[in-house]
């Protein structure tokens, strides 16, 4: 029995080791004054772990310190116990086997009179290390690296101090809510009934909103059709994951994260050509779409990413007509439809064509980046399978945000600041097509979607885009080009201009150096 420990009577098997009282009850002080008043040494590493035991006792009843014993033996008797090794502490078997700390201590009694452990003073139970022990060579127990695939996506970069970036697709914070939000936030977070369990469809009050808003225009639908997503690229994600025709078409170029998400679920992708300075080439999409056969078709149907083009009615109508006789569904992403002044809303795919159309839009762009909050629409017939495959990705959202983004909404700021933001952004579109008319050389073409963030810059086939693009970033301006927005090699030669995320005189000022190296170049 080691010094300083006493053995009394007990329905154990074995007594049970106890300290003196005397000594027990000055630890607590004597560590005290030690902490306050004497130098304190170096922080000590950390202990190595500790063994792990599974330990079962007979007949289902609570184990005992035979069990314990009788376990420790049998990894013993295993070759489990690597000699030095630290057994687990007292109080982590009490707290394991629901037993008191003084049945944990009779079992390592008996099994360091066995000689099958030692125990050292202040550092704990290991096990005991034989005469002639001969440390064996470390084993190297490091798991393999998982076999992961390698997808080409690039992050978005941080702007470095000073840097311009003159292809942002974002709305300048400037004119973002964000004390609204914050009181939004705030307002929720003091509610008696905060939802304590998420819904994986999404907030029920925050649905019942947006059904509300799209049935304003135009858009029969319900609550219950509405599935609230992680921005608009969880909603397209959801439809990857449960499209059952594993072939998607979509407008070339295309919103590069889409793309890259569609090949990512291993979709057989569908290039359609789009040339946003002539109209769409429905012949040639025809013959694309009779010979492929996709399961869906993927198109932006407002301001799109990253042209800027926009549907007229005629040619949503001539994709409606072209959907029913080659027999593939529509999915729309209408991200920008808010981002048109007056509120003059163009009809969509889903309004013309009814609940089998799905539809996409989200409120990132509009309100904050950060919040990334969306939703796909879609019919009951859908949704089953639309919400199974949400909660294999996630089983259910923050319904903390959703409730936020519901109260931002039923207080009527959304509208406020929509009307604030497409006057600002009126401006600087106007703003920066007279810059472009004043600056740009010749050879020079350029998109007016009339509404949006962005449009695109088309240069003649002469300027090396890549040496453009160094040669902008030396003066800290930076403009994205993009190839994986493509399928195949690109049929447009040229960038998008974001003319959201700055006041007018700093993107003019961006434009003047852009026109200077082009005139160089």
Known sequence: MPNGWTCSASDQDFGTAKRPRSVSGLIPLLSLFSARFLPQPMR????APHLRLSIQAASGRRAGAQDLVHAVLAEQAAGRLPPGARMPPVRALEHQLGISKNTVQSAYDELCSRGVLEARSRAGVFVRQPDDYAPPQERDLRAPSPH???????????????????????????????????????SVL?????????????????????????????IRTSAD??????????????????????????????????????????LRLVPLDLDPFEPIDFDAWERDLSVNRPGLMYAITSFQNPTGHSYSTHELERLLDLARRLDFALLEDDWGSDMLSENDYR????????????????????LLPSLRLGYVLCSHTAMPALLATKRLATL??????EAALAEFLDRGYYDTHLGRIQRALDERYHACLDALEELMPEGVRWTTPGGGPILWLSVPESVN?????????????????????????????????????????????????????????
Do not use: W
Not at 44 to 47: F, L, Q, Y
Not at 396 to 401: F, I, K, Q, V
């Open 347 to 366: 009809p969509s795919l889903r309004a013309l064509g009814g609940e089998n159309v799905l539809y996409v839009n989200s409120f990132t762009k509009k």
């Open 190 to 218: 003091s509610l008696p009934g905060l939802p304590t369990f998420y819904d994986a469809q999404g907030y029920p009050p925050l649905r019942e909103l947006i059904a509300a808003r799209l049935c304003a225009r135009g």
């Open 225 to 266: 059709e509405v599935l609230v997503t992680t921005g608009s690229q969880q909603a397209l994600d959801v439809v990857s994951r449960a499209l059952a025709p594993r072939c998607i078409a979509f407008e070339n170029p295309i919103y590069r994260y889409a793309r890259l998400l569609f090949e990512a679920h291993n």
């Open 396 to 401: 259910g959202n923050a319904a903390l945000m």
């Open 465 to 521: 885009l890549q040496l453009l693009a160094t040669r902008m970033a030396e003066q800290h301006i930076r403009i994205e080009l993009m190839p994986q927005a493509f399928v195949g090699r690109p049929h447009l030669h040229g960038f998008p201009i974001g003319y959201a995320f700055y006041p007018p005189e700093h993107l003019r000022k961006a434009l003047e150096c852009l026109s200077k190296e082009l005139r160089r170049a």
């Open 44 to 47: 000590p590493m950390a202990r």
């Open 148 to 186: 992961l695939m390698s997808l080409a996506v690039d992050g978005q970069a941080r702007l470095q101090s000073g840097e311009t970036y003159l292809s942002a697709v974002f709305v300048d914070p400037e004119l973002l809510p964000h004390k609204q939000l914050s009181d939004c936030i705030r």
